[in-house]
Nanobody
Framework: QVQLVESGGGLVQPGGSLRLSCGASGFTFSRYTMKWYRQAPGKERELVAGITDIGGTFGYANSVKARFTISRDNAKNTVYLQMNSLKPEDAAVYFC?????????WGQGTQVTVSS
């Protein structure tokens, strides 16, 4: 059974940091491109960042460049999103996505709230 389980969300003050994790199981994680998306209330889901199976990063949203970093640990079947200098506009539900030529999988999301 395929599972993507996000964790690490929560409430943080503006300027703070969070690290999101997404643990994968039920498929060959190392062969998949992994992405983080986010969706704020009333807005469309947007790509935050992606990382290929061999670790090449891509797709950073302009609004998060130089603040967020995506990484992966294939030995742990986990993808991470390090988020620094958080702003109120970063508040959203963050989703993990796994994709290859045939399949795409989604996690259930983790809430990030940025507020003082």
């Amino acid at each position: 059974q395929v599972q993507l389980v996000e964790s690490g969300g929560g409430l943080v003050q503006p300027g703070g940091s969070l690290r999101l994790s997404c643990g994968a199981s039920g498929f060959t994680f190392s062969r998949y491109t992994m992405k983080w998306y986010r969706q704020a209330p009333g807005k469309e889901r947007e790509l935050v960042a992606g990382i290929t199976d061999i670790g090449g990063t891509f797709g950073y949203a302009n609004s998060v460049k130089a603040r967020f970093t995506i990484s992966r640990d294939n030995a742990k079947n986990t993808v991470y999103l390090q988020m620094n200098s958080l702003k109120p506009e970063d508040a959203a539900v963050y989703f993990c996505n796994a994709v290859d030529v045939s399949n795409t999988y989604w996690g259930q999301g983790t809430q990030v709230t940025v507020s003082s």
